[in-house]
T-cell receptor, first 113, second 111 residues
């Protein structure tokens, strides 16, 4: 257990509304990630962070923004949700040492109507 | 990113060994081979990784071909809890933050 929680775990929203998903970690890891998972696809990286206020884009970053104002929290915002953003969102952290192993949270299921 | 090829699905009997293959013929010389699995309704979890030689841990063994173009994840004695989607992911050990998940192999365990 890498001490990762995600909130909310489930959310239903309407097209055009803003949505923020939160990832919280308790172990002070530097790297945090947001992925999305859709049927027929593996997980795809949206954004990641390598420190407070340090973030970078992944392969599917359009329509998403992130913020990291403290080590333990990494926020993913959909400024104006669209139906194509209906997905399961996973947060991950990178474990310590040289192992490059990522540990994932339980996921947030988002439905955009 | 190196392309991977895995069977879409496999079945195995409970308490039998399971060999999950992965082809990664375009792997770079510095890529480690990572395996993750995803149980139903959960996030992925790390299983094992290696570079050239075979690796063992409490969950599984990883056998890497001498030319590194393929690898096999070995579950020595499958349990019902091992039913999951298994992903093989070549990844540099530094510099590339992305784990590139394919569609993996769905493993079904038959009681």
């Amino acid at each position: 257990d890498a001490g990762i929680t995600q909130s909310p775990r489930h959310k239903v929203t309407e097209t055009g509304t803003p949505v923020t998903l939160r990832c919280h970690q308790t172990e002070n890891h530097r790297y945090m990630y947001w992925y999305r998972q859709d049927p027929g696809h593996g997980l795809r990286l949206i954004h990641y962070s390598y420190g407070v206020k340090d973030t970078d884009k992944g392969e599917v970053s359009d329509g998403y923004s992130v913020s990291r104002s403290k080590t333990e929290d990494f926020l993913l915002t959909l400024e104006s949700a669209t139906s194509s953003q209906t997905s399961v969102y996973f947060c991950a952290i990178k474990g310590g040492g040289y192992q490059e192993t990522q540990y994932f949270g339980p996921g947030t299921r988002l439905l955009v109507l | 990113d190196a392309k991977t090829t895995q069977p879409n699905s496999m079945e195995s009997n409970e308490e039998e060994p399971v060999h999950l293959p992965c082809n990664h013929s375009t792997i770079s010389g510095t890529d480690y081979i990572h395996w993750y699995r995803q149980l139903p309704s959960q996030g992925p979890e790390y299983v094992i990784h290696g570079l050239t030689s075979n690796v063992n841990n409490r969950m599984a063994s990883l056998a890497i071909a001498e030319d590194r173009k393929s690898s096999t994840l070995i579950l020595h004695r499958a349990t019902l809890r091992d039913a999951a989607v298994y992903y093989c992911i070549p990844k540099p050990n530094f510099g590339n933050e992305k784990l590139t998940f394919g569609t993996g192999t769905r493993l079904t365990i038959i009681p």
